[in-house]
């Protein structure tokens, strides 16, 4: 995820992952539905993955829990309160951050990669995916989504390296370069040694 800011809003540039096609396209159609959602737009969509663009108020839940790590499906709903486990590889999670009047952190607890694998085995792919592509400059994210598109990851290759370069006009040693970062930023990922794991609750807005 990717954000700046413009007085009280933040413009981001984020990875969204449902558990299925049918589920993503609902939870998009809800999302730009927010009041508190601007300009959204959908930059691209495969299957169950999508990359959005979008404005959103910078005091915003949106903001507060983007900025906390990624957000472990399902949500569970009783009785008027949402119930989200995030988790973030990142600084160690603390309440305060996250705490207000409609949101109230239940737990934190420091698991190893280990046993997260062992607990979560069907989404761990999916959670180090996105962790890769929040750690992306634009740069690098545009990068990227061009050489998948015209298939420079698929063998054989559709394009080459010198042809992407002219293709998005960057020269082939600045290209070489941004390849690099993103393959050592992929590997700092993937070796992570632990993870911070936060239950959280929050009342559902009307």
Do not use: C
Not at 97 to 114: F, P, W, Y
Not at 136 to 155: P, Q, R, V
């Amino acid at each position: 995820m990717h954000t700046s800011f413009d007085g009280s809003r933040q413009t981001m540039f984020s990875f969204f992952y449902s558990p299925s096609e049918e589920k993503l396209d609902e939870a998009l159609r809800y999302f730009s539905s927010r009041p508190q959602i601007k300009n959204f737009s959908v930059i691209s969509k495969q299957g169950a993955m999508a990359n959005l663009f979008y404005t959103s108020d910078a005091t915003s839940m949106y903001n507060k829990l983007g900025n906390i790590g990624f957000r472990i499906h399902p949500v569970v709903v009783h009785n008027g309160v949402e119930r989200w486990f995030y988790i973030s590889n990142g600084s160690p999670l603390k309440a305060e951050a996250i705490n207000d009047e409609n949101t109230t952190v239940l737990s934190i607890q420091s698991i190893s990669q280990k046993k997260f694998i062992s607990d979560y085995p069907s989404i761990f792919y999916q959670l180090n995916l996105m962790n890769i592509i929040n750690r992306l400059s634009e740069t690098e994210s545009t990068i990227l989504l061009s050489a998948m598109d015209h298939g420079y990851f698929e063998w054989p290759r559709r394009i080459n390296m010198s042809e992407l370069s002219k293709k998005l006009q960057i020269p082939k040693s600045t290209l070489s370069y941004h390849f690099r970062s993103i393959e050592r930023k992929t590997f700092n990922v993937l070796l992570a040694s632990d993870y911070s794991f936060m239950n959280t609750e929050k009342k559902i807005e009307a």
